[in-house]
């Protein structure tokens, strides 16, 4: 099993609807976080979570939500989604600095 | 504000060659550099992690330096193959202390040709 699990892969919702991003991981760290990508702009950080009572905005955190459900739980809520949040979506984990961030493979949203 | 510049945006070579990629960051006070590879609409593999008290890491054909004082860090590959093909990124913590959050370059597209 991956160390940080994200579902669903692949997911086209349409402009209005509430979708949640799920994330997991098996690597024990208290830190995780959730990262967009889009073409000829890099990764953002749109929240992150040092434990499961900390939560904080990242730079681009409008439109999206999340909630820390555990150590290992990390979701991410687009609560009305619309077309200019089509990107790709990582989360990822780390410990306090000693061995880097942890990846997950990502998840494909579209909104139409 | 930290920034992080990689340079080029887009390498080509033919198999075989050696390269380097190259990462600049503004705020010299980091405590540790990371590169990753990511291969078209996949996700950030970690390849190299360097400590700020580290001069460089090998891993294979791959060599990664920082010179913190100047704010530079660079990826040595080795012996290039078509199968290193993809995007390469350099990320460093926002900030220094225990904020440890990433900002990352926008990457290098490396494409290796047979």
């Known amino acids: 099993d991956a160390d940080v699990t994200q579902t669903p892969r692949n997911r086209i919702t349409k402009t209005g609807k509430r979708i949640m991003l799920e994330c997991s991981q098996t690597?024990?760290?208290?830190?995780m976080y959730w990262y967009r990508q889009d073409p000829g702009l890099g990764l953002r950080l749109i929240y992150y979570s040092f434990d499961v009572k900390d939560i904080n905005k990242g730079e681009i955190s409008d439109g999206y939500s999340v909630s820390r459900q555990a150590q290992a739980k990390f979701s991410l809520s687009l609560e009305s989604a619309i077309p200019n949040q089509t990107a790709l979506y990582f989360c990822?984990?780390?410990?306090?600095?000693?061995?880097?961030?942890?990846f997950g493979s990502g998840t494909r949203l579209t909104v139409v | 504000k930290q920034e992080v510049t990689q340079i080029p945006a887009a390498l080509s070579v033919p198999e075989g060659e050696n390269l380097v990629l190259n990462c600049s960051f503004t705020d010299s006070a980091i405590y540790n550099l990371q590169w990753f590879r990511q291969d078209p609409g996949k996700g950030l593999t970690s390849l190299l992690l360097?400590?700020?008290?580290?001069r460089e890491q090998t891993s294979g054909r791959l060599n990664a330096s920082l010179d913190k004082s100047s704010g530079r860090s660079t990826l040595y590959i080795a012996a290039s193959q078509p199968g290193d093909s993809a995007t390469y990124l350099c990320?460093?913590?926002?900030?220094?202390?225990?904020?440890?959050?990433?900002?990352f370059g926008k990457g290098t597209l490396l494409t290796v040709n047979p």
């Open positions: 690597k024990g760290h208290d830190r």
């Open positions: 360097i400590q700020s008290s580290q």
């Open positions: 990320a460093v913590p926002v900030s220094g202390g225990s904020n440890y959050k990433l900002t």
């Open positions: 990822a984990t780390s410990d306090a600095g000693r061995y880097g961030y942890t």
